[in-house]
Every structure is written in C-alpha cells, then in structure tokens.
C-alpha cells in the first residue's frame, strides 16, 4: 500500500518518500519486504516492521536522510549495532543503519587523549586503532565486540564488571563473581503476563540456586536491576543490593550476622510515587536489562563487610 498512516497519526506516502530518498541521499534505500524483515528486531524480544531502511554514505548522507523524512513528517530510527534490549531499535519508522559505511575514526589527539569518530564505528575496532598509542575508550558494555559508539551513545552504554570488580577490590570486598547471568528480564518481557514464569525458569539455571546456596552471613550484590528483581521474586529469601549499598554498610558500623542487606533501608514509595517508579523502572531496564547479565556479584562474609573502608 502506498499509503500509511503512522504515529503521527498523519497519512504517510511511502512510495513518495522512498523515491525522495532516493534522490536526495548518498546511500542505499531499501524499502523491500526483505530489507524491512531484516532489520525489524534487535537484540530484544519486540517486532516492528520499519517503514524502510536507509543505509547512508556519510554522515552528511545520514543527515539529509533525517530532513527528508522530517518533510514527510515519517519518524526516523538510528540504528547501531542493534543489541539493544528493550526494543530500541524496533519501530515503524525509516532506520538508518550507521554501521556499514559511517564507521571511520575521524581524527586521533592523543595528547589531549580525544578522538573523533563517525557513529557506527565499533567499540572494538576503535579500541584495536587506538591501542598502538597506548589508548582506550573505557566505557566496555559485553556487547564490545557489535556495539557502536552511536548507539552507545543512545543508551548511554556504561561498563560491563571491571569497574565494579576494581571498586571492590579497592574497597577491600572479597567477591565471588557468578559467570551465570540472570535473564535481564530479556527487556522487559518478565514482566508481561505469560512471560514471568519464563524469566524465572532461566534465572533457575543459574543464579537463583548461587544465592540460594550463598552463606547467610554474605552479602549478594547485583548492580542490574533485572537481576535485583529476580532475586527478590524468585524465592531466594535475600535481597540483593546494588554495590553503593554495600559500600554504604561499610560506613554504617557492624552489621547483622545474617542477611546483612537488613542494614539498608530503601525508602518506601508512596502511591503516587509508585505510579512514577513503574515508568522509571521501564527506562532503567534499558540498561541495567544487560547490567543484570554480568553484575551478579557474592560478598565473601565477615572479611569483605568488615574491610570496607570508611570516610
Ligand atoms: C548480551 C548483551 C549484553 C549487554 N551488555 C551490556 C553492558 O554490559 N552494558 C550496557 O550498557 N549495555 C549492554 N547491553 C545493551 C547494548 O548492547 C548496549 O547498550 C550497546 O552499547 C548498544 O550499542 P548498539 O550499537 O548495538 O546500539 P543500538 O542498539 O543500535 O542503538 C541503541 C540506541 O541508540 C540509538 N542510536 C544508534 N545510533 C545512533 C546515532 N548514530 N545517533 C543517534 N542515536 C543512535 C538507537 O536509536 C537506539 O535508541 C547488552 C546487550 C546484550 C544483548
């Protein structure tokens, strides 16, 4: 059909934008059943059939791209790596797809250690170009090996456990790390009815039996909310905390012998906040879905709680 009506609510000419497209912008337009198909999942569990796919080649390319559509009023989705897990990279809307020709290290400082890069390059191959000069990006998510700097931009892409694993180090906590992630309530999807029972079958497999089997006395981090979550659903009977709690409890004095995460206490949300937090919660599991994977983390009793410095 020619003609679509999307979110704007307003009637789309789709056959009219592709032929703008393609005459304006530097860069395959792939409007085919086969090109939607492909690029209508990321890493989540969501479906949508983009209205086309531009696959621009520059950034300049890119941008007339977006003022094309902006003069249908057709909305615009870039697109990285797509590992995204909570359907980011999902919509009815023209992609454009970063990674197959914006993908250039623009300029290297490396006296000010700055460099400029084009979107879709990948965190990999900027760290194998920056490694030579003895440089690195920090920031790692586990995706480091598809994920680009656009779209780690995007979602505010953060380390995958080697900050975490330092602080505590430095913090004097001796920590167990599981190798067994939680499910990241794979975007959001444990939550749907029909779908919880599932979340927690895979937190089965590996997690919920490690805490379980944790001594009473030892604290069980998990920065990700995702895995927070399943801990406390999945009849564990401990309450994971994040890693600034526990090194909160350092500064707080002794704490109980048995289950120490007692000594923290969250504030209560009122109703009307609760309303508010479920909103909050839906954009945190944007990340902390993939945080979930890798930030389960054992405290290793009596000596870790007790060596945590104080201010
Ligand atoms: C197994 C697994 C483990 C993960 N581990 C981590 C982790 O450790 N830490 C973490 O933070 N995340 C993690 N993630 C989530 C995800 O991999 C990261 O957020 C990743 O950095 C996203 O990069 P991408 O290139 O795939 O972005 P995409 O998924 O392609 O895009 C992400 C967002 O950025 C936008 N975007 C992309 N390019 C541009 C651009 N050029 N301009 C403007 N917006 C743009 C997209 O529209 C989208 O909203 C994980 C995901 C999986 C599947």
């Known amino acids: ?67 094309v559509c902006a003069r249908f009023r057709a909305p615009v989705l870039p697109r990285g790596g797509g590992t995204s897990l909570g359907g980011q990279c999902a919509n009815t809307a023209v992609v454009i797809d970063f990674t197959k020709y914006c993908h250039g290290l623009v300029s290297l400082d490396t006296e000010r ?92 497999q590996g997690v919920l039996p490690a805490v379980r089997d944790t001594a009473p006395g030892a604290l069980v981090l998990a920065d990700g909310f995702s895995c927070r979550t399943q801990i406390d659903q999945g009849r564990t009977g401990r309450r994971a905390l994040h890693l600034a709690e526990a090194l909160s409890l350092g500064l707080d004095g002794p704490l109980p012998a048995d289950r120490p995460e007692k000594a923290v206490a969250r504030p209560v949300a ?26 389960l983390a054992r405290g290793a009793g009596r000596r870790a709680r007790g060596t945590v410095r104080r201010a």
Not at 52 to 65: I, S
Not at 181 to 187: I, K, M, N
Not at 279 to 284: L, M, N, R, S
């Open 1 to 67: 059909m020619a003609t679509e009506t999307h979110g704007s609510g307003s009637a789309l000419d789709v056959r009219a934008l592709e032929a703008a497209l393609r005459d304006h912008v530097a860069g395959e337009v792939r409007f085919d059943a086969g090109s939607r198909g492909a690029y209508s999942t990321d890493g989540s569990n969501y479906r949508q059939v983009p209205i086309g796919v531009v696959v621009p080649y520059t950034v300049d390319a890119a941008a007339t791209a977006v003022e």
């Open 113 to 204: 250690r700055t460099c400029v890069v084009e979107p879709g390059i990948v965190l990999d191959e900027l760290n194998r170009r920056l490694a030579p000069h003895g440089l690195r990006f920090g920031p790692k998510p586990s995706t480091h090996s598809h994920c680009s700097l656009g779209g780690m931009v995007g979602n505010n892409s953060f380390l995958a456990y080697d900050a975490d694993r330092e602080l505590m180090r430095r913090a004097g906590i001796e920590a167990e790390v599981l190798d067994a992630g939680c499910c990241g309530l794979a975007g959001n999807f444990g939550f749907e009815r029909g779908h919880h029972e599932l979340s927690l079958a895979i937190g089965e």
């Open 270 to 295: 009122s109703r009307r906040d609760a309303g508010l937090l479920t909103a909050g919660t839906a954009a945190a599991v944007l990340g902390a879905a993939a945080a979930g994977a890798y930030a």
